[in-house]
């Protein structure tokens, strides 16, 4: 009598098992050079972006710097009647000092410019005093109160311009700190897994 071997299903998967130790290894091996990738690749971004931020911060402080110490703007000497205790008790640490600092030039801006001008024009803006004067374009004093106007409120404007930039440069400096905290951490945490992950996935491997 013959015999009639049927063939195997089709759906059988006859391909060789994969032993489990190797996919162990396997997956161990993928995390590990996963994790590695990453760390490697934030520490290098923490490292540029560090370095860049110190760049950034270092341009704008001395950008500032320069641009004030070009204009000679002092502050009036200490004892002067231009710089009264009484009337201007939040300069007096200032007197007699260049405005060269974002700070610096802030408190210039508001704490002494600001007070001549309301003076100026018995407390009008200089749009008040403009609108003034084109209504009655004869009037020399009013003339006079808008150039004052113009240029110190001009002047006021620059100055605080330079302070914002100060500000801004300011924070991109402990910005670079931090980053460059993060970038240490990063590099010692990168550097100790690498000598560690070998002696992780061994042990890994072992126990599967």
């Known amino acids: 009598m013959t015999t009639v ?27 590990v050079a996963t994790r590695r ?42 004892g002067s009647a231009g710089l009264s205790p009484t009337e201007y008790p939040d300069l007096q640490r200032y007197a007699g000092q260049k405005v060269d600092s974002g700070p610096k030039a802030k408190a210039y801006a508001n704490g002494f410019i600001n007070r001549h001008l309301a003076k100026a024009a018995g407390g009008k803006t200089y749009a008040q005093a403009s609108a003034a004067s084109q209504a009655d374009p004869t009037n020399a004093k009013l003339t006079a109160q808008v150039a004052t106007l113009f240029k110190g409120e001009t002047l006021r404007g ?5 302070w914002g930039w100060s500000v801004v440069s300011t924070v991109a400096l402990y910005a670079a700190i931090g980053a460059l905290v993060a ?18 996935a061994a042990h890994h491997i072992a126990k599967s």
């Open 158 to 162: 620059l100055l605080l311009y330079a």
């Open 5 to 31: 071997t049927a063939p195997a299903p089709s759906h059988v998967d006859v391909r060789p098992a994969v032993v489990p130790a190797v996919a162990a290894r396997r997956t161990v091996l993928g995390f």
């Open 37 to 78: 990738i990453v760390e490697i690749v934030l520490t290098v971004v923490l490292g540029v972006g560090s370095g860049l931020l110190f760049y950034g911060s270092n341009f704008g402080l001395n950008m500032v710097h320069s641009q004030l110490a070009a204009q000679s703007i002092s502050f009036p000497a200490k």
């Open 183 to 200: 970038f240490l951490i990063m590099a010692l945490v990168t550097l100790g897994d690498f000598f560690a992950d070998p002696k992780i």
